[in-house]
């Protein structure tokens, strides 16, 4: 168990539809970041939040949006869903108060499908 | 921008026989840490191991080792008696040290483990 925690672990939607996935980071942990995958590919990086500021942007669309609250969880918010938005989409976090992690550590991912 | 290149899609390997997975980076800053992520079919992302650039020693956990090579920018990961369990996706993945930035992943290797 990584600590990460995400919900849902599945959601089936349909196109045009709005959802909203959730990431609790490892207790302590000040960045948050997101990252789609979709089918047998890579990890694309989404977003990051440190400490409730954005720090990094990376290929998101603009229907997707993001935020960290002052609890340190984060939420990424897809619109407009398309067929295409289908893919696991991971939350890792990193960086405690105390020390400058090196690693992520990932949730266990949510699984979107749209259509 | 820092890239992370693996350009073999897919290896495999007898088990019990050693393999070894190639990953290139580029970068132009001088510290920084590399890793190598597992995702077996549960999709989950687990860290199989870490390098600090500023160390010259090679890392290794139990039978998976690496060979960093700072100036040709290369971060291969060998398996040792290779075992069933280690069939998954490998990722290779990089990170500034002194940034708390985005960790940036190649595009994986697929490795099968053939009995």
């Known amino acids: 168990d990584s600590g990460v925690t995400q919900t849902p672990k599945h959601l089936i939607t349909a196109t045009g539809q709005r959802v909203t996935l959730r990431c609790s980071p490892r207790s302590g942990d000040l960045s948050v970041y997101w990252y789609q995958q979709s089918l047998d590919q890579g990890l694309q990086f989404l977003i990051q939040y440190y400490n409730g500021e954005e720090r990094a942007k990376g290929n998101i669309l603009e229907r997707f949006s993001a935020q960290q609250f002052p609890d340190l969880h984060s939420e990424l918010n897809l619109s407009s869903l398309e067929l295409g938005d289908s893919a696991l989409y991971f939350c890792a976090s990193s960086a405690s108060r105390d020390r400058m992690n090196t690693e992520a550590f990932f949730g266990q991912g949510t699984r979107l499908t749209v259509v | 921008a820092q890239t992370v290149t693996q350009s073999q899609p897919e290896m495999s390997v007898q088990e019990a026989e050693t393999v070894t997975l190639s990953c290139t980076y580029d970068?132009?800053?001088?510290?920084?840490?590399l890793f190598w992520y597992k995702q077996p079919p549960s999709r989950q992302m687990i860290l199989v191991i870490r390098?600090?650039?500023?160390?010259?020693q090679n890392a290794t956990e139990n039978r998976f080792s690496v060979n960093f090579q700072k100036a040709a920018k290369s971060f291969s990961l060998k398996i040792s008696d290779s075992q069933l369990g280690d069939a998954a996706m490998y990722f290779c993945a990089y990170r500034d040290r002194n940034r708390d930035d985005k960790i940036i992943f190649g595009k994986g290797t697929r490795l099968h483990i053939l009995p």
């Open positions: 970068t132009s800053e001088s510290d920084y840490y």
């Open positions: 390098q600090e650039a500023y160390k010259q």
